[in-house]
């Protein structure tokens, strides 16, 4: 087996829209968006006989308490190889002290199991003090008829989208990164609200020209008259369209303006020829002092199944760091922050 960097993005895809549990957070968009932000970038396949096993790609994310090689939803590869996940994790730990990180926090993409965290903990893994990305998603089978999909919702997100197709709400798609503009301005006023850090404009718009590049993305609206109620940002990569982010102003939530969005943007995954609409992030039913509980319970209003991911785990570089400064801070955010 070896290891080597990838370059094309024709070889990178073709492997990972293949594997049915990916989804954007390993596409080479995401990636290069990281890259237009002037964060160092990975992209890694170990082979073997001139076959790719698997995958991982991350960036290098530069902060104050310390620098982390960043792997979401990687890697890709199947379980039952562990000579091969050996040879990745032991690569990462190469790439993220050649680029000068402190750790490596990968989440991979494989259900949560005591074989997979066994996995990661023979390869000297141990689990993160911070969440990464989605490890606890709200996933929406979409291969079967719009009648089927609608008959999973829940009664009160049937009578929501009932209420705004009665409203006669402009509802548009967009492609244009100027749009973003509206969105952030949107997200800074939710984001007051619902207590929580806004992502930057320059993020959001970055994330969003990189996918947009190869059709991956667009931007779902919903306005009454000249006033924006809601809006999503969808992905669709691979066998998944992912709602990456959502912003509703108080008039759009009278109008309910955000459910018949998921519901336009799960008719172009249809087209598309997507079998799952990804909600992403929600917390246990019974979890109900969580600051994202409100928002779990809308989603699973759509009548997703849970799916648990291998919560994230570091590789330590400098372990003198790591101990002493990172670890201690990030537990202390992650209960700040009620996450």
Request: charge should be positive; aromatic fraction near 10%.
């Amino acid at each position: 087996m070896v290891i080597e960097t990838i370059t094309d993005r024709q070889t990178w895809d073709d492997f990972v829209q293949n594997r049915h549990e990916a989804n954007c957070l390993q596409s080479w968009s995401i990636m290069l968006s990281h890259q237009e932000m002037g964060q160092p970038i990975v992209r890694r396949a170990v082979y073997r006989d001139n076959q790719i096993l698997g995958v991982y790609s991350g960036f290098v994310d530069r902060a104050k308490k310390g620098t982390g090689l960043i792997i979401a939803g990687g890697p890709l590869i199947n379980l039952v190889e562990k000579k091969a996940i050996n040879l990745i994790l032991t690569d990462m730990r190469n790439q993220a002290k050649a680029l000068g990180c402190d750790f490596v926090r990968l989440r991979p993409q494989w259900p949560d199991s005591p074989e997979s965290r066994e996995v990661l903990k023979t390869n000297g893994a141990q689990k993160a003090p911070f969440y990464l990305s989605v490890e606890h998603a709200g996933v929406l089978d979409i291969s079967g008829t719009e009648q089927e999909i609608v008959s999973q919702f829940r009664q009160k997100a049937r009578r929501a989208i009932r209420k705004a197709e009665s409203a006669a709400l402009d509802l548009t798609i967009s492609q244009d990164p100027a749009d973003i503009d509206q969105f952030h301005a949107i997200e800074l006023d939710h984001a007051k609200r619902q207590g929580y850090v806004p992502f930057s404009k320059k993020f959001l718009k970055t994330q969003f020209q990189a996918f947009v590049q190869n059709n991956e993305a667009q931007l779902f609206i919903a306005k009454k008259g000249r006033e924006v109620l809601a809006e999503n940002f969808i992905v669709f990569y691979g066998h998944e369209a992912s709602y990456l982010y959502g912003v509703s102003t108080r008039l759009g939530l009278e109008y309910s303006a955000a459910p018949l969005l998921h519901l336009l943007a799960i008719r172009e995954a249809k087209k598309r020829g997507l079998t799952r609409y990804n909600f992403w992030g929600i917390v246990d039913e019974t979890d109900t002092k969580h600051r994202f509980y409100g928002v779990s319970v809308f989603k699973r209003g759509f009548g997703v199944a849970e799916l648990k991911y291998t919560p994230a785990h570091d590789l330590i570089i400098n372990p003198l760091r790591y101990h002493f400064l990172i670890k201690p801070l990030e537990t202390i955010r992650r209960r700040l922050r009620k996450v």
